[in-house]
């Protein structure tokens, strides 16, 4: 083998012929936990129950069958038309409601509880996370959670992400998140409150506390895992996350170490994104070779994703990304020109930064 081969193949070389653009500007999307539907929350005894309707309810949804929620809500609905005045009927079927996604019928059914029983903590925090809850309108509801029980930390948790999610209040979120830790943790588990506040401290740049939250939840995976599978899965989420935000941070080779754990084991379409950061991250520590099979392997994923979906515009996004990876300005420029084309009727930031980066590359 000749020497300039040997230099090219060890990447001693590959400056040459292999030169990226600027990684376009925009932050990594961590992985974090939603509020879902109160699978966890214990439904209530009836006080009152002639027929014996809410009780035979509450039967039928202890099996955990998706098929039986439609029968305990007729079942419940029955028992509120013979005894409207009992509060069990009303939130054992906003319960129901909310896990079979009728959010307004849910969210009427708290409020009719709560007229019933105005100092009951877990419903308010039930409103507030119901997803049609206004905004304000949850965060009043878990104002009003907190006065009443100062101590129920799954408020606090709650309030931290839709703070995060819907009122774009990361500073607030890490606050909550914070409160939640110094809490019993009923409802919730420190493993999520320590992934979600690394994602909300990554939100206002503090990169150090961010990593720091991420090395604690990979920590207490064990604590939360149901099997060897999903504590994998879980110490995944952490250490991706924390991956990213090396990547972010400028620490590029505790990211490629991180990155590793996960896109080594098995790339994935939407993990695309994740690739490219490993790419950047291994071309700062001078693994050209492997920054660019990242970079070719995004390139290769998003032009498939272009083919089945060409109405989308984030496969072009992903494939400008690789393509200005790899040295292919008027490639890099065409996708994000298409991507553009697709989100003109949006308006929306990631229009913007489409624009902007367009006018980067072009200058």
């Known amino acids: 083998m000749s020497d300039a081969l040997l230099a090219a193949e060890s990447g001693d070389n590959l400056g040459s012929t292999f030169q990226p653009l600027p990684l376009r500007r925009q932050l990594p999307r961590l992985r974090h936990f939603t509020l879902s539907p109160p699978y966890w929350v214990a439904l209530r005894p009836a006080q009152f129950d002639p027929d014996g309707l809410i009780h035979s309810a509450i039967e039928i949804i202890d099996r955990e069958s998706s098929d039986g929620y439609p ?50 903590t877990e419903a308010y925090c039930l409103r507030a996370v119901t997803a049609r809850r206004p905004i304000e309108l949850a965060l009043a509801d878990f104002e009003r959670a907190i006065q009443l029980d100062n101590s129920y930390g799954f408020a606090f948790y709650a309030r931290g992400i839709r703070r995060m999610d819907d009122a774009c209040d990361a500073g607030g979120a890490v606050e909550d998140f914070s409160r939640a830790l110094d809490r019993p943790a009923v409802g919730y588990d420190y493993f999520s409150v320590f992934l979600n506040r690394a994602v909300a401290r990554f939100d206002i740049a503090d990169f150090a506390g961010a990593v720091a939250d991420c090395t604690e939840a990979a920590i207490r995976v064990q604590s939360v895992a149901r099997s060897e599978f999903d504590a994998q899965f879980l110490r995944s989420m ?43 991250a291994r071309i700062e520590v001078g693994d050209w070779i492997g920054a660019r099979s990242d970079l070719e392997l995004v390139r290769q994923v998003a032009t498939e994703d272009i083919r089945s979906h060409s109405l989308f515009p984030q496969g072009y996004l992903l494939r400008s990304d690789a393509l200005a990876g790899l040295g292919d300005r008027a490639g890099a420029l065409a996708d994000l020109q298409k991507a553009a084309d697709l989100l003109s009727g949006f308006k929306n930031e990631v229009y913007r930064e489409t624009l902007e980066r367009i006018q980067e590359l072009a200058e």
């Open 238 to 280: 952490a250490l991706t996350n924390r991956g990213l935000i090396y990547a972010t941070s400028g620490n590029a080779k505790a990211a490629v170490v991180d990155l590793n754990a996960y896109l080594d084991e098995k790339p994935q379409l939407q993990d695309t994104h994740i690739c490219i950061y490993r790419a950047y």
């Open 71 to 120: 029968q305990a809500i007729d079942l419940l609905s029955r028992a509120i038309d013979r005894y409207p005045n009992e509060p069990t009927a009303y939130f054992n079927r906003a319960v129901c409601r909310d896990i079979t996604v009728d959010k307004r019928g849910a969210i009427a059914d708290y409020t009719r509880f709560l007229t019933l029983c105005p100092e009951d």
